[in-house]
């Protein structure tokens, strides 16, 4: 991919960083327990706003992904072993923070023949002993479309099962590594039939080249994979390696 010159953010989407005790204790909270959060490892612009209210989104299994997509700057590289005590660490950062709603995401694991499926759905229940009554939200990959995998991790009993769609349909070949966008309708119907009580949510980035029509087409698509919950987000270029901006969408 050629490098190019980056756009100027547009005044109204810049965030004033905020300074407050909260960033500094979150930081150190992460770091003396090891974990990895999708908001470094992912460059997220989020991350002060965040840290600042004493929350984070942590990212399981690892800082390396087995997929290289056009957006992402989690690193692609041949990852690590699994730590057998990353529930544990992640369960004690949720209760030290005082958390009544968390996140967790993954990175994507091709090498592993359930994708990490039994890692995520440990996690889950190592919070649940740790935390009691508590909102757990997974943000997971495709699993390369396993119904095995995704039962795996929606027998661990998350309210919220999140699986992004990222973009509309032409665009999935050159946005998203491996994806498919019909495997991930698929996997959204396949969590509401397995667990009809779960909310399944997903999101998508705006500014990639979009056209109207193809996002009105992916949110009908949505709605008939019967998902609950949509999100919308600016794509911001994380590195002159990634994809540009195409569009700040107002």
């Not at 004033?16 to 150190?28: G, H, V, W």
């Not at 490892?41 to 600042?52: L, Q, T, Y």
């Not at 992916?218 to 994979?225: E, T």
Request: hydrophobic content about 40%; proline content about 6%; aromatic content about 6%.
């Amino acid at each position: 991919m050629v490098a190019q010159a980056r756009q100027r953010i547009p005044p109204w989407i810049r965030l004033k960083l905020p300074s407050n005790p909260s960033f500094s204790s979150t930081s150190r909270l992460i770091e003396d327990l090891r974990l990895n959060t999708v908001c470094e490892s992912a460059r997220c612009p989020n991350r002060w706003e965040c840290w600042s209210r004493a929350t984070a989104t942590f990212m399981l299994a690892g800082n390396r992904c087995t997929r290289a997509c056009g957006f992402c700057a989690v690193e692609t590289a041949r990852p690590f072993a699994l730590e057998a005590d990353e529930p544990r660490r992640v369960a004690d950062a949720c209760r030290r923070l005082g958390l009544k709603h968390i996140v967790l995401t993954m990175v994507a694991r091709d090498d592993l023949a359930d994708g990490a499926a039994g890692h995520v759905a440990r996690t889950v229940r190592a919070v649940r002993v740790a935390c009691g009554p508590i909102v757990v939200e997974v943000l997971t990959t495709d699993f390369n479309g396993s119904e095995e995998s995704l039962r795996t991790v929606l027998d661990a009993g998350p309210e919220v099962f999140n699986h992004n769609l990222e973009t509309v349909e032409r665009l999935t070949p050159d946005v998203r590594s491996r994806a498919r966008y019909r495997r991930s309708l698929q996997v959204l119907r396949m969590a509401r039939e397995h667990s009809p009580s779960v909310i399944t949510k997903s999101g998508m980035m705006l500014g990639l080249g979009e056209k109207d029509a193809e996002l009105m087409a992916a949110f009908s698509d949505l709605r008939a994979a019967k998902c609950d919950v949509l999100t919308l987000g600016q794509y911001l270029q994380p590195t002159l390696r990634h994809l540009p901006v195409a569009e700040f969408v107002p």
